[in-house]
């Protein structure tokens, strides 16, 4: 069965950092884009980041510019998503998904979908 798995989630302070990663079974990544989405309480889940096969990044949320970063490990199976000065904000459930096409900020188009990190953000 082909699913994604998330890792490397917790709770940190504000202005503290986390990296998580995303790594896959029944597949290999190395041709799917990998996109990152996060859902707070009660909101909407929202579009992150997306890199390609290649290594290129897109950037959905303005909100994480300049303090979220995406990257890949081809070799590793894995793909991480950096946090930076996290905000108490930045509180919520963090998503890793996969998608054959290219990337995008929507749902929709991303066919396979990880359960899952908690990422809590707290003095």
């Known amino acids: 069965q082909s699913q994604l798995v998330e890792s490397g989630g917790g709770l940190v302070q504000p202005g503290g950092s986390l990296r998580l990663s995303c790594t896959s079974s029944?597949?290999?990544?190395?041709?799917?884009?990998i996109g990152w989405f996060r859902q707070a309480p009660g909101k909407e889940r929202e579009a992150l980041l997306c890199i390609n096969g290649s290594g290129g990044s897109a950037n959905y949320a303005d909100s994480v510019e300049g303090r979220f970063s995406i990257s890949r490990d081809n070799a590793k199976n894995m793909v991480y998503l950096q946090l930076n000065n996290l905000k108490p904000e930045d509180t919520a459930v963090y998503y890793c998904?996969?998608?054959?096409?290219?990337?995008?900020?929507?749902?929709?188009?991303?066919?396979?979908w990880g359960q899952g990190t908690q990422v809590t953000v707290s003095s």
């Open positions: 998904a996969s998608t054959w096409s290219g990337c995008s900020r929507l749902r929709r188009d991303f066919e396979t």
């Open positions: 029944g597949f290999a990544l190395d041709y799917f884009q």
